[in-house]
């Protein structure tokens, strides 16, 4: 049963994670495993390469929660491969109610991430998120090189971002010029671009981890107010109304969006499904504490 339950938790994340404005590693603290997840990927090291080249399969699968990653990882793959259509599909089709869902589900999970004791040190760390989160989600893409260098570093900080809360790591991509090119190497089976991309990725999330890890050991409560920052500052790239006739994306109010648009601003199912994302990050925390 508990592996089930990682498998879900890793699918929801791997939805996220393909949705330009939504982090996996949102998801990851909605739905409890952040910490773990961190440990895990932080313990991939030069201890376990050394365990690896030694065949000790048992030690090294101990060393890195082997059984955790495995479901988490997989779940995530199972999602992008499978559910990415439906997320597109849905996102064309229903913006408005999907984009307000995440918003509610995003706004009441910043609440409940942030540390229950705050101090000044923890509300100056959540406003320095929001701000880094707000700049980061306002920037517009760019031309970038499409050497396999630049792919390497492309995947090495997109997947940083996807374990940051609140910052996506496929707008990161969109902000390098590589979003649609990596999935077009994936959908072409392009193995040079794939493999060069994933070893930035590999590289890029170890590295980053142990960071995060050490933080999250030594400065629990301000790191934990910096992701809730990152995770309200990120709700300015998934407001549901938004003026897309140009090259850049606006922000409107219902209103504003009925006006410019000529399209209804579906206000009644947007409060809806923003209750929709609150009811449930509230009922996942209520039943976690229940059954803690």
């Not at 010029?177 to 990725?201: M, P, Q, R």
């Not at 109304?241 to 006006?259: A, I, R």
Request: aromatic residues 12%.
């Amino acid at each position: 049963m508990k592996r089930i339950v990682l498998l879900l938790k890793g699918m929801a994340m791997g939805g996220a994670d393909v949705i330009p404005g939504v982090s996996g590693g949102t998801i990851a603290l909605i739905t409890g495993i952040y910490e773990e997840l961190i440990h895990s990927i932080k313990s991939v090291d030069a201890v376990a390469l050394k365990l690896l080249l030694k065949l000790d399969i048992k030690g090294l699968w101990q060393r890195i929660n082997g059984a955790f990653l495995v479901n988490v990882f997989a779940g995530v793959l199972i999602s992008i491969f499978s559910l990415a259509k439906l997320i597109t599909y849905l996102l064309e089709v229903h913006p408005i109610p999907v984009w307000s869902f995440f918003f509610g589900l995003i706004l009441i999970s910043a609440y409940f991430v942030m540390p229950r004791t705050r101090g000044w040190a923890d509300y100056l760390s959540l406003f320095v998120g929001a701000v880094l989160a707000y700049l980061i989600t306002s920037l517009t893409p760019g031309d970038t090189p499409e050497e396999l260098w630049f792919i390497f570093i492309s995947g090495a900080i997109a997947i940083c971002a996807m374990i940051l809360p609140g910052i996506s790591g496929s707008f990161i991509l969109l902000l390098l010029g590589k979003y649609e090119f990596v999935l077009g190497a994936v959908k072409t089976f392009d193995l040079s671009i794939i493999v060069v991309f994933a070893a930035g990725c590999a590289v890029g999330i170890i590295s980053f981890s142990k960071v995060i890890h050490w933080l999250l050991l030594h400065h629990k409560g301000v790191t934990l107010s910096l992701l809730a920052g990152f995770m309200v500052g990120s709700l300015n790239k998934i407001w549901p109304w938004k003026d897309e006739s140009g090259d850049v994306f606006v922000n409107l109010s219902p209103n504003d969006f009925t006006t410019v648009t000529d399209q209804p601003n579906q206000l009644y199912l947007a409060i809806i499904f923003f209750s929709l994302g609150i009811i449930i990050v509230g009922g996942l925390e209520w039943l976690g504490k229940k059954l803690a």
